[in-house]
C-alpha cells in the first residue's frame, strides 16, 4: 500500500514530487519524440539535483529576462502589453534554442494590470523607461522604520491599509479599511463596515475588480504557456517562487538602505519580522509546489552577497532565516532553486551548512572551483556564464568559458549550465552557442 | 573632545556621536569645527571600508549619522564650509538604468578620498554629461550601470563625449554589477573598476598623472 503523505520522510517526499514531474499528468506529447526528450531532460535535472548517480550529460538551462521578445523583433513593453506575442515569443525562443527546461512566459507580467492600479513600485517599459528598457524596481521604504509594530502586530491588515495604499496609487483609499479581525457580535459589526460604502473606498474597489479581471486574463495566457511546452519536450523548471526573509523585507518594504540601518538601530524587531515572514513564505513555495506538480521552487538571493554585509551581520541575519526557510521546504520534499546574485565567495562556507542532494544553487559571480570543492558533496551547483561574454562575446569565448565550467564544475555530476542572470538583448548566436557546445561536450561517459 | 566625535563616528556609534555634537553646539564651538571633525570621521570609515574591514551596511549607516549630525550642525552655520578638494570628477547612472546603489557607494568613496563629485544621479542621457564636464571642467567621468542594456547608453554616452571634442579631455571609468575589460573595450571607455576601491584608485592615478 502506498504510504500516506504526512507518513512520508522528506527525502520520500521529494521523490514523490519529481516521480509526478517526471509523469505530468493531463499532458498530451506532441510527439513520442517530445515525450522521450521531456522525460531525458527531467530526469538529467533530476540526477543532477540529487546526486545521486550522474546524469547523462551537464543539464542546460537558459532563464531569460527579455530575451525572447527581443529575439522576436519585439520590446519588452510589446510583450507585456499583448499576451499572445509574450506566449509567441517564448516558445518561438524555448523551440529554437532547446535548453532543458523552460521557465514560462512570467517575466512580462500584465502590463495592464500594472496601469489600472497605477503601480508605484517598479518602472517598466512606457511607463518611466523606454519601450526597450527592461523594468527596474523604485527603491524606497515603503514600510516606515517606525513601523515595525504594527507589522508584527498584524502583518495581513497593514499590507492592507499601510503597503498596498503606497504601492499602488489607486489603492490609496485602502488607508480607510477596517481590521475585520475586531469583527465579534452583531453589535457593532455595522459601524466596521462603513468604510466599504466611501465613494473613494469604492472607487478603489472597482479599480482592483478591473485589475483583477485583467490578471486572470493574463493568467490563461499563461497557464497555456504552462500546458504547452511540456507538450512539446520542456519540463518546466520552476513551480513558482519564493525570497529570503532578509530579502522580503530590504527589497520591497524597509529598501536597501532602510533595512541596512536597521541591522543597527533596531536589530531585534528586524529579526521578529523575518520570523514572522518566514512561514507564510515557506506555505507559498510549498502551495506553489502542490498547484503545478514540480518539486522545483524558486528563490533569487538579493541582499547577503559579498560586500552587501559582514560575515558576522550575514550570519546573524541572512543565512538563519534563509535556512529555516529552506529547511521547512526540504521537509515538505520541496527542491529549492537558489539563485545568487552577485558575489558569493565570502558565502560557500556559510551555506554548505545543508543537507545532501536538496537545493541547488545558481551562481552569478563566484570562483565556481571553489564552489565546486566547498559546496560539491552537498548541493547541485549551477550558472555562471557570465553576462558580458553572452552580450558582446564571440561564441569562441562562449564556448571557452562554458568548456572551463563544464570541466572545473562537471565531475561527478552536480551542476548546471546556465546563464549568471537573467539576460536581456544578448547575441543569439552565443546562447545558440552555449546550449550545443554543452550537448556535445557535457556528456559523461 | 574633537578626537571623541571622529572616533565615535568612525565607530558608528550613533547615539554617543549626536551626544557629543550636542554638547560642542551647547558649549557655543565653531560649527564648521564640528563639521571637520565628521569629516575626518567619515574618511577613516572609508579607509576601514577599502581594508575590508567596514561593508556596504556601515557604509550606508555612517551616512545615516552624518545625516543626524549635519542636520543639528546647520542651524548654525553661519558661513558655508571651505574644503580643498582633489579633482572635480562628474557621475551618474547612465540613460536607461535608475540603479543607484553601486553608484552611491563609489561617490561616498570618492567624496570622503577628497574628489569634488557631481553627482547627476541615474537615468542620465549622454547629453547630460556632456553638459555637465563642459560646465564643470572635470577631467573625470564616472559611468555606472547595473543592466547589460546599459553597455550601449556607456558606449553612446562616451561618443557624444567625442562628438563633443571632449574624449581627450576627460579620463572615463565605467562600473556595475557586469561589467568587465570586454565591456570596457565595447564601451570606449579608459577603464574599468570592479569595485569602489578600484574606482579610487583610478581617479587617485588619473589625478596625479595630470
Known amino acids: 500500500m502506498e504510504k500516506k503523505w504526512e507518513e512520508m520522510t522528506p527525502d520520500e517526499k521529494q521523490e514523490a514530487r519529481f516521480q509526478k514531474w517526471l509523469s505530468p499528468e493531463g499532458v498530451k506529447f506532441a510527439s513520442p519524440e517530445a515525450e522521450k526528450l521531456y522525460k531525458e531532460r527531467a530526469t538529467r535535472i533530476k540526477d543532477a539535483i540529487q546526486m545521486k548517480k550522474k546524469p547523462d550529460r551537464v543539464p542546460v538551462l537558459l532563464i531569460p529576462s527579455f530575451f525572447p521578445a527581443f529575439y522576436s523583433g519585439l520590446t519588452p513593453r510589446d510583450v507585456m502589453y499583448d499576451y499572445e506575442k509574450a506566449n509567441n515569443a517564448w516558445k518561438k525562443f524555448y523551440v529554437d534554442f532547446q535548453p532543458d527546461a523552460h521557465f514560462g512566459c512570467v517575466a512580462p507580467g500584465p502590463g495592464r494590470f500594472f496601469d489600472i492600479l497605477d503601480y508605484k513600485l517598479y518602472k517598466w517599459p512606457g511607463h518611466g523607461v523606454p519601450n526597450n528598457i527592461t523594468y527596474q524596481c523604485n527603491e524606497g521604504e515603503y514600510m516606515k522604520a517606525d513601523e515595525y509594530e504594527a507589522f508584527l502586530q498584524d502583518p ?48 478603489a474597489f472597482k479599480a482592483l475588480l478591473e485589475a483583477g479581471s485583467e490578471a486572470l486574463k493574463w493568467l490563461g495566457y499563461f497557464m497555456a504557456f504552462e500546458k504547452e511546452m511540456p507538450a512539446l519536450g520542456f519540463p518546466s523548471g520552476q513551480a513558482g517562487y519564493t525570497k529570503a526573509p532578509y530579502d522580503i523585507l530590504g527589497d520591497t518594504l524597509r529598501g536597501t538602505r532602510g533595512i541596512m540601518a536597521d541591522m543597527y538601530r533596531q536589530p531585534e524587531k528586524l529579526i521578529e519580522a523575518m520570523d514572522k515572514m518566514t512561514p507564510f513564505w515557506i506555505q507559498k513555495g510549498i502551495i506553489e509546489s502542490n498547484m503545478n506538480s514540480n518539486p522545483l521552487i524558486f528563490l533569487p538571493l538579493h541582499k547577503g552577497a559579498d560586500g552587501f554585509m559582514s560575515d558576522e551581520q550575514y550570519k546573524k541575519f541572512y543565512w538563519p532565516y534563509l535556512k529555516k526557510l529552506l529547511l521547512g521546504l526540504i521537509d515538505a520534499g520541496v527542491v529549492p532553486f537558489l539563485w545568487a546574485e552577485g558575489g558569493s565567495n565570502s558565502r560557500l562556507e556559510v551555506i554548505q551548512d545543508l543537507p545532501k542532494g536538496k537545493t541547488v544553487w545558481l551562481f552569478d559571480a563566484v570562483d565556481m572551483i571553489k564552489a565546486k570543492e566547498i559546496l560539491g558533496d552537498v548541493a547541485c551547483i549551477a550558472g555562471n556564464m557570465p553576462m558580458d561574454l553572452l552580450t558582446i562575446g564571440t561564441p569562441q569565448q562562449v564556448k571557452d568559458y562554458a568548456k572551463k565550467l563544464i570541466d572545473n564544475c562537471g565531475e561527478g555530476g552536480g551542476y548546471i549550465i546556465a546563464n549568471c542572470a537573467f539576460f536581456d538583448d544578448v547575441k543569439p548566436e552565443n546562447v545558440r552557442t552555449m546550449v550545443e557546445f554543452t550537448k556535445e561536450y557535457g556528456v559523461y561517459k | 573632545m574633537a578626537q571623541d566625535l571622529v572616533n565615535t563616528l568612525a565607530d558608528l556609534k550613533e547615539q554617543e556621536a549626536i551626544g557629543i555634537v550636542k554638547d560642542r553646539l551647547s558649549a557655543g564651538e565653531d560649527p564648521l569645527k564640528i563639521l571637520e571633525d565628521a569629516r575626518k570621521g567619515m574618511e577613516i570609515v572609508g579607509n576601514r571600508f577599502a581594508s575590508s574591514e567596514y561593508f556596504i551596511p556601515d557604509l550606508v549607516y555612517s551616512g545615516e549619522i552624518l545625516k543626524a549630525v549635519s542636520e543639528l550642525v546647520k542651524p548654525k552655520l553661519t558661513k558655508a564650509a571651505e574644503s580643498k578638494k582633489l579633482d572635480k570628477i562628474v557621475f551618474g547612472t547612465v540613460a536607461g538604468d535608475i540603479h543607484d546603489i553601486g553608484k552611491d557607494i563609489v561617490v561616498f568613496m570618492l567624496d570622503v578620498n577628497g574628489f569634488e563629485v557631481h553627482d547627476l544621479g541615474v537615468d542620465i542621457p549622454a547629453q547630460k554629461f556632456v553638459e555637465k564636464i563642459k560646465e564643470t571642467d572635470a577631467p573625470i567621468v564616472g559611468l555606472s550601470g547595473f543592466l547589460t542594456l546599459a553597455f550601449d547608453s556607456m558606449k553612446e554616452t562616451v561618443e557624444a563625449m567625442k562628438a563633443a571634442g571632449l574624449r581627450d579631455k576627460v579620463k572615463v571609468m565605467i562600473g556595475g554589477g557586469q561589467i568587465t575589460e570586454e565591456v570596457r573595450k565595447y564601451t570606449g571607455a579608459d577603464a574599468y573598476g570592479k569595485d569602489a576601491m578600484a574606482g579610487v584608485s583610478l581617479a587617485k592615478k588619473w589625478a596625479s598623472a595630470k
Open chain 1, 156 to 203: 495581513t491588515h497593514f499590507f492592507n491599509t499601510t503597503v498596498m495604499p503606497r504601492i499602488f496609487g489607486a489603492l490609496e483609499p485602502f488607508k480607510q479599511l477596517p481590521n475585520v479581525t475586531t469583527i465579534n457580535e452583531m453589535y457593532g459589526t455595522g459601524i466596521i463596515f462603513y468604510p466599504y460604502g466611501l465613494p473613494d473606498v469604492q472607487t
